[in-house]
């Protein structure tokens, strides 16, 4: 329960939300406009929607932001050429109206809807898609999608044909096809070449950005940024979707985002009517509202065991330049393959399930949970929860044990590390701390550091300031190229050793040339058994030590109408611009 004091400051925070003045009024339509019309159910426009952020955005910017909170809000005010539909997987028009494919596969010409304007009403076009794609092929820029964008060793060129046609020319083929063009954010170049030109890009839209300085393609534009407590959206009366009944989209007025980092807190929020939807649920706080669901008006979802998957990795990097010695003497037997063998032969992932997820989750052995057909590998080997399996392999490497049971390494120095992960996940805290309780088993003295998200993420990507992490990923397709920045050498992600100039280990190499080879595989059959390949050598050598991956636990009011939770990303925002409210 709140207290009186802090009841009055959430009405406070409540009111406020409530009197920020109506957006701007949707722009008729014009002539030779090219809207796409949807087939949703049709609904009432007006109304906002207030959602919790587990933690605030770092940045406002698509083309550096790589945290869940950042690209959730920016993805509301963005949009990409072709898009992959969350609830059907399948790929449909976007900013692109269609495209066609040569016979060789090497040439994609798109067409772009005539009449297209960004969010700050200046018109859009060939220009701007062109300009975009310069900038997330920049090496200097180090754009997280710029792996997608070298096929067969070689960047992707594109050119404008004119103002509504670009062409997207490809060294070799592309296996997964028009799926390309998904997750690249169309930027306006009449608000970012000059800061691109002068080497402040990575400056530019930082969360302090006058709202008038920000525009995009999607369904909602900037209108409000208060540190620490909210981030407002608007409607852009310019977006390119109208319904059935010529209206055009989005619905809703406004999207309030704010800032909650405890889980309890939002929770709270959500049950007490603060929040209008909540995303990542834990198993426990999904149970938790089923039992007061009738008396609440609000509807919960299982969608199913999702894309993200939770892992233990070690700092491989190298660290020579870094003035990090004491790290650096760990990583004598971080980086043993039997090392990191034994670890996840440790790991009680169906405790993890159990008492992280209360079933609400998969085990996970590799990067793809068992749910996932396609581009699972059913032959993987899945090696259970053995302590003595641990220990004998630990032995067979040099290890031994102490009188009191600790492990040792080859120099009888005790073998401890410190696993951080972030604060604001509820899950991954009780993760580590049942990682440690199972390396207790096998005699390492692992201690669990929570840190705030943005810590994490410094010392992972950055200062490498850290021994060993409980971090995950959410992958935004199934289609394996999604991941292409985690598993290639020199891939933004590369998560256990960042910035690698050439693959630091042969089993490394062997994933860049596996990766690469299907990325250009046409045939759906050969590609599934090249990522076999890849899941095969991900699994023998241990740079991730997969845990668990939960359902998809959502909620929503229950007169949120279109409401479609979906397994990929963004699970209860992807259709923003279909949300509305049920008027009674």
């Not at 009944?245 to 809703?252: A, C, I, M, Q």
């Not at 951080?420 to 199972?438: F, H, N, P």
């Not at 007169?559 to 009674?584: E, M």
């Amino acid at each position: 329960m709140f207290g009186p004091r802090k009841l009055l400051q959430i009405l406070t925070v409540t009111c406020a939300l409530v009197s920020v003045t109506a957006a701007a009024q949707n722009a008729p339509p014009t002539t030779g406009e090219d809207l796409q019309r949807v087939s949703e159910i049709a609904g009432q426009p007006g109304g906002q929607i207030v959602v919790a952020l587990r933690a605030e955005p770092k940045t406002l910017n698509p083309v550096v932001a790589a945290d869940n909170p950042s690209k959730t809000v920016i993805w509301r005010m963005m949009a990409d050429l072709v898009h992959i539909n969350r609830a059907s997987q399948k790929t449909e028009p976007a900013v692109a109206k269609s495209w066609t494919v040569s016979r060789d596969g090497l040439h994609y010409t798109l067409k772009l809807r005539r009449g297209l304007k960004f969010s700050d009403g200046q018109p859009a076009d060939a220009d701007d898609v062109v300009f975009s794609f310069h900038v997330y092929m920049d090496e200097a820029i180090h754009a997280p999608q710029r792996d997608l964008l070298t096929i067969g060793g070689r960047p992707i060129t594109v050119r404008k044909v004119d103002a509504q046609t670009v062409m997207f020319d490809l060294s070799k083929p592309y296996g997964a096809a028009e799926r390309l063009f998904d997750g690249f954010a169309i930027l306006p170049r009449h608000l970012l070449e000059q800061p691109y030109r002068d080497g402040k890009l990575l400056q530019a839209w930082n969360l302090g950005a006058d709202p008038k300085m920000y525009a995009g393609l999607g369904p909602f534009r900037l209108r409000e940024y208060v540190p620490g407590e909210r981030i407002v959206l608007e409607k852009s009366p310019y977006y390119w979707k109208d319904d059935s009944r010529g209206t055009r989209l989005p619905y809703l007025d406004r999207i309030t985002f704010v800032f909650v980092p405890s889980d309890d807190a939002q929770i709270l929020r959500f049950q007490n009517g603060d929040t209008d939807l909540v995303d990542r649920l834990s198993a426990e706080d999904f149970s938790t509202l089923q039992r007061s669901g009738a008396s609440r008006k609000y509807e919960l979802a299982d969608a199913g065991p999702s894309l993200e998957y939770n892992f233990l990795f070690f700092n491989l990097n190298d660290l020579n330049a870094k003035s990090l010695s004491a790290i650096s003497a760990k990583q004598t037997y971080f980086r043993q393959t039997a090392f990191r063998q034994a670890v996840s032969l440790a790991v009680d992932r169906d405790a993890i399930v159990r008492l992280v997820y209360q079933g609400k989750g998969v085990p996970l052995w590799n990067q793809l949970a068992s749910t996932n057909k396609l581009w699972g590998d059913p032959e993987l080997p899945k090696p259970q929860h053995s302590v003595g399996s641990a220990k004998q392999l630990l032995g067979n490497a040099g290890f031994s044990w102490n009188a009191s049971g600790d492990l040792l390494d080859a120099e009888h120095n005790k073998v401890s590390f410190t696993i951080i992960t972030s604060s604001t996940s509820a899950a991954r805290v009780k993760m580590a701390t049942l990682l440690q309780d199972d390396l207790r088993q096998i005699g390492i003295d692992a201690r669990v550091v929570t840190l705030e998200f943005r810590a994490v993420l410094d010392r992972v990507l950055n200062s490498h300031d850290y021994e060993a992490c409980v971090m995950g990923l959410s992958s935004g397709d199934a289609d394996p190229n999604a991941d292409l920045n985690v598993w290639l050498s020199d891939g933004s992600t590369h998560l256990w050793d960042m910035g690698e100039p050439k693959p630091a280990t042969t089993w490394e190499a062997e994933i860049d040339k596996l990766m690469n080879q299907q990325m250009t595989t046409l045939s759906p059959v050969e590609r599934r058994k090249l990522y076999y390949r890849v899941q095969e050598i991900v699994a023998q050598y241990r740079p991730l030590i997969f845990l668990a991956s939960p359902d998809v636990l959502v909620g929503a009011k229950a007169n949120l109408g279109n409401f479609q939770p979906a397994v990929l990303d963004d699970h209860i925002l992807w259709n923003a611009d279909y949300l509305y409210w049920r008027r009674n």
